[in-house]
């Protein structure tokens, strides 16, 4: 087939769908792809990032999209706080494969295809994962020295004064 010809059947094809296309949908009809749920930190919380963060167990508590968003800014606000104070030493390569490999037991056989469903690439979980341990450490070293009753009631409290001083509720 000649290269203008091809072109014609294109622009041809393209006049026969668009149309249609168009008329599948009602004027003014919007379609929303995702929607913002908060700013932290500079950062964005999406629809889709706490989507992801449940459908993965990425966060503590995915019982519910408000628990898992909760996740996700607590997350985002400890990692602001830590970029303020004294760096954390990085976690080892055994570390980071020891909490993924928690982390998979906890999700079942087809890891790798939950990642692909919800649109999140291996290096992206090493990094969440490696957050994950730098956070533990940074919480050890902030709290660490209380008994553990103490130390979720302090680590709360700090969380608490996180999210009032970022004005999320």
Not at 58 to 75: K, N, P, T, W, Y
Not at 148 to 159: F, K, P, Y
């Amino acid at each position: 087939m000649s290269k203008p010809l091809h072109v014609v059947l294109v622009v041809a094809l393209a006049a026969l769908v668009v149309p249609e296309l168009v008329a599948a949908t009602t004027p003014g009809t919007q379609v929303q792809l995702d929607r913002i749920l908060s700013h932290v930190n500079g950062r964005v919380v999406t629809e889709s990032d706490v989507r992801q963060a449940r459908a993965l167990k990425l966060v503590a508590d995915v019982s519910s999209d408000g628990a898992a968003q909760r996740g996700v800014e607590d997350r985002f606000l400890i990692l602001g706080e830590m970029n303020r104070s004294t760096p954390i030493a990085p976690p080892t390569e055994a570390d980071i494969a020891a909490q993924r490999s928690s982390w998979a037991a906890s999700l079942g056989p087809d890891v790798a295809g939950l990642l692909a469903k919800n649109g999140m690439s291996d290096a992206d979980l090493q990094a969440w994962l490696r957050d994950d341990l730098r956070i533990r450490a940074y919480l050890k070293r902030q709290f660490g020295m209380l008994p553990e009753g103490d130390r979720v009631r302090a680590t709360d409290d700090w969380l608490a004064r996180l999210r009032q001083r970022a004005d999320l509720h």
